[in-house]
């Protein structure tokens, strides 16, 4: 077990209820102190330098980002009787593309968050943007090959990317 700095263990056997427990007592050692500083000794040790950084260009870009993924999860609303009425849809099928993209939230959130601990917040944004733009590439081959599979793929492709973002940007945003 292991003990914080500045705490001794000391243990004694007691019976408790018929059995033997070990206690621990914990002392602490005195803390120290600073001293009281009055206003004006503040003043004049405090460096001009010392300002608070300025995050508002990450925070913009982050903003932007919520907003561009926002958008693109409206989309599907737009394209799901587009896509019914092309691909001769039932309702069933055509709502396998709502499931296709939001069921990347499911699958791709822990894989992006061990992306996260592993390269970081800014690079993941990259990456999650880069399989964005992957996924909006897939739907030129799925529209050119008149092809409801690729759809899917292109909607769950695109949705993983928007997943990195989302996974990615708001333990960031909290961070600055």
Excluded at 18 to 31: H, Q, S, Y
Excluded at 54 to 66: D, E, K
Excluded at 141 to 169: E, K, M, N
Aim: proline residues 6%; positive net charge; charged residues 10%.
């Amino acid at each position: 077990m292991m003990i914080a700095p500045g705490f001794h263990r000391t243990t004694s056997s007691t019976t408790h209820y018929g059995t033997n427990t070990d206690m621990l007592e914990f002392k602490v050692k005195e803390m120290s102190t600073r001293p009281i500083t009055t206003a004006s000794d503040s003043v004049q040790s405090t460096p001009a330098a010392s300002a608070t950084p300025n995050y508002s260009r990450p925070l913009a870009i982050v903003t932007t980002l919520f907003f561009m993924w926002g958008f693109l999860t409206c989309l599907n609303d737009i394209l799901v009787p587009h896509l019914k009425s092309i691909f001769d849809l039932s309702y069933a099928r055509a709502m396998l593309i709502q499931f296709a993209f939001f069921s990347a939230y499911f699958l791709f959130s822990v894989p992006w968050s061990k992306i996260v601990n592993t390269i970081g917040y800014k690079t993941t944004m990259v990456a999650g943007l880069l399989t964005m733009a992957l996924g909006a590439f897939l739907f030129v081959p799925a529209a050119s090959a008149v092809s409801y599979p690729l759809f899917l793929t292109a909607f769950l492709v695109l949705a993983a990317g928007i997943t990195g973002l989302q996974v990615s940007a708001n333990p960031y945003v909290d961070l600055l």
